[in-house]
């Protein structure tokens, strides 16, 4: 696939981020760039990579849990399908792309080295501490109490944590979710 394609996915998820209110952006951003190193590293396709990372959260919502946050990896294989094709995807790009974002969350198989590669990517952003404060600040926008969105930002670690696989991810994890365990635990304790 053209390399120009991973511009058109970008700006596309832009604009979808505008009308969703949500992922917040530098969680996308972080999710990318993660996807970008590890595609080099386990030698998949990093503009397919890129992609699929920018249209894994196309439909979604701020909702927490809501109706469409929950199926947001199916809806946004779905509205995804046809820009693919509209940009020039092979019929197998378009189905690694899609299984990608389909299984980013484990709700479906991940059909090749590629999905497992692009779901840790997916991951990685929710168990760094950079992520984990993008995250409770984002929460804290949408109105939570500290309390709430301290305990949603360390779900949400915990969620992602359980879906890495790949070995270096894991062991990155495990460190950096100490650290977070550690600072919520504090915020959390402060604000009883």
């Given at each position: 696939?053209?390399?120009?394609?991973?511009?058109?996915?970008?700006?596309?998820?832009?604009?979808?981020?505008?009308?969703?209110?949500?992922?917040?952006?530098?969680?996308?951003?972080?999710a990318?760039?993660?996807?970008?190193?590890?595609?080099?590293?386990?030698?998949?396709?990093?503009?397919?990579?890129?992609?699929?990372?920018?249209?894994?959260?196309?439909?979604?919502?701020?909702?927490?849990?809501?109706?469409?946050?929950?199926?947001?990896?199916?809806?946004?294989?779905?509205?995804?399908a046809?820009?693919?094709?509209?940009?020039?995807?092979?019929?197998?790009?378009?189905a690694?792309?899609?299984n990608?974002?389909?299984?980013?969350?484990?709700?479906?198989?991940?059909?090749?080295?590629?999905?497992?590669?692009?779901?840790?990517?997916?991951?990685?952003?929710?168990?760094?501490?950079?992520?984990?404060?993008?995250?409770?600040?984002?929460?804290?926008?949408?109105?939570?109490?500290?309390?709430?969105?301290?305990?949603?930002?360390?779900?949400?670690?915990?969620?992602?944590?359980?879906?890495?696989?790949?070995?270096?991810?894991?062991?990155?994890?495990?460190?950096?979710?100490?650290?977070?365990?550690?600072?919520?635990?504090?915020?959390?304790?402060?604000?009883?």
């Amino acid at each position: 696939m053209n390399p120009s394609v991973v511009r058109k996915a970008r700006e596309l998820m832009r604009r979808r981020t505008r009308i969703n209110g949500a992922p917040s952006w530098l969680l996308t951003e972080m999710a990318v760039a993660e996807g970008a190193r590890l595609a080099g590293k386990y030698r998949v396709d990093a503009v397919l990579m890129q992609v699929a990372l920018y249209g894994a959260h196309t439909v979604f919502s701020p909702v927490w849990q809501g109706r469409v946050q929950s199926r947001h990896e199916f809806l946004s294989a779905k509205f995804m399908a046809p820009h693919l094709k509209k940009w020039g995807a092979t019929p197998e790009e378009s189905a690694l792309v899609l299984n990608a974002i389909q299984s980013h969350h484990d709700s479906g198989a991940a059909l090749s080295k590629f999905a497992v590669v692009m779901r840790n990517a997916e991951c990685v952003k929710f168990v760094s501490l950079k992520g984990a404060l993008v995250t409770f600040h984002e929460f804290g926008l949408r109105g939570l109490p500290m309390r709430e969105a301290a305990e949603k930002t360390l779900a949400k670690m915990r969620q992602k944590r359980k879906l890495l696989t790949l070995p270096d991810c894991k062991k990155r994890a495990t460190w950096n979710c100490r650290q977070i365990e550690k600072i919520f635990r504090v915020l959390l304790r402060n604000n009883a």
